[in-house]
C-alpha cells in the first residue's frame, strides 16, 4: 500500500485537533496536582516556533512515572467527546510500552499498521520515565534487556513491514504473548520514584539523543530527572502549557543544533495510510 500524503491544510487540522487534547490531558493533570511536560519535537516547537513544527503530525508529553501512574488514575476524567486513553489497561489489542490520548471520531493508521487492531485515532504520545540504575554496566544490561521487550512489542508490526530473515524473526517473536513483556517491565517501574537522584528513560522507546552514539558511555542510557522536575510555562499556539525549564540541556541533548530548520527533504510527517478527520 501506497503512503498518504499529508496536505498543509490536513498537518494544521491535526494539530489543533492535538491542541485541544493537550489542554483537556493540561486540565485533568492541574487539578490533581500531576506534573507534565511538552517533549520531544514538542518542546522543540514550543522554544522555536511557539507552537508546532509546522510540519509536524503528532505531539508528545512526557511524565515521571509517578506522575504517570497517578494520571492513569483519573484518566477516565477526560472528556470523552474530546479524547480518551488508551494503553495496555485500556485497550487489549494495544502493544507499546507508552500510552497515548486517542482524539475521539478520527482515524489516523500508520503505514505498515492497517491490520493493527487497536484504537487508531489521532493521537498524541504519552511517555512514562522510569528511573535507570546508577551504576554504568547495568545500565548497558538493562537497556539491553528493554531492547529484547520492545522487539517483542513491536513483532505484530515487524511480522508485516519486514522481509526475509527479519520478518521470520518478528513472526517468532510474535509468538510470545504481550503479557509476558508486561510482567518484565513491572519490576522496573517499582524501583522508579520522583524523590531518587537516578536518571530517567522511557524503557520502551528508543533511546533520545542526537549525539547518542557519540555521547560517552556514562551519559547515553539516561536524562537528569532534574530537566523533568523543574518546569516554567511556555506559549503554544495561543495557550500555555508546561515544559521543560532547562530547554537548552534537553533540545541539545535530543537534536544539538536545535535552532536551525532541517533541510525541506528532512521535514516529513509520518507515513500513513488512511486518515479521517
Known amino acids: 500500500m501506497n503512503a498518504r500524503i499529508l ?15 493537550i489542554s483537556e490531558l493540561d486540565r485533568v493533570c492541574q487539578k490533581h496536582n500531576i506534573n507534565y511536560v511538552l517533549y520531544g519535537g514538542t518542546m522543540l516547537g514550543a522554544v522555536r516556533h511557539k507552537g508546532y513544527i509546522p510540519w509536524d503530525d503528532d505531539a508528545d508529553i512526557a511524565m515521571l512515572r509517578e506522575d504517570y501512574e497517578k494520571f492513569r488514575k483519573v484518566a477516565n476524567e477526560l472528556d470523552e467527546k474530546i479524547c480518551i486513553f488508551q494503553d495496555t489497561q485500556t485497550d487489549k489489542y494495544y502493544r507499546w510500552g507508552y500510552a497515548k490520548l486517542r482524539r475521539v471520531g478520527t482515524k ?7 491490520h493493527l487492531k487497536s484504537n487508531n485515532g489521532i493521537f498524541i504520545d504519552i511517555f512514562p520515565l522510569d528511573d535507570i540504575p546508577k551504576c554504568l554496566f547495568f545500565q548497558m544490561l538493562q537497556d539491553f534487556y528493554c531492547y529484547i521487550l520492545r522487539k517483542i512489542s513491536w513483532s505484530e508490526v515487524g ?24 510482567k518484565c517491565q513491572e519490576p522496573l517501574h517499582k524501583k522508579s520514584n520522583n524523590k531518587s537522584k537516578n536518571k530517567v528513560t ?22 537528569p530527572k532534574q530537566w ?41 510527517t509520518h507515513p500513513i495510510s488512511d486518515l479521517q478527520i
Open 228 to 268: 523533568f522536575l523543574e518546569r516554567k510555562q511556555y506559549d503554544f499556539e495561543g495557550k500555555k502549557f508546561w515544559g521543560i525549564k532547562d530547554y537548552d540541556a534537553f533540545l541539545k541533548y535530543e537534536y544539538g543544533d536545535y535552532m536551525t530548520l532541517p533541510p525541506k527533504e528532512k521535514r516529513k
Open 159 to 182: 511480522k508485516v513491514q519486514k522481509k526475509g530473515f527479519k520478518k521470520i524473526w518478528f513472526k517468532l517473536l510474535n509468538k510470545i504473548p504481550m503479557s509476558f513483556v508486561l
Open 202 to 223: 522511557c524503557l520502551l522507546f528508543p533511546s533520545l539523543g542526537k549525539l547518542y552514539y557519540k555521547s560517552p558511555l556514562k551519559e547515553r542510557y539516561g536524562m
Open 7 to 21: 496536505s498543509p491544510q490536513e498537518i494544521r487540522q491535526i494539530q489543533l485537533l492535538q491542541v485541544d487534547m
Open 108 to 114: 489516523f493508521v500508520r503505514l505498515g499498521q492497517e
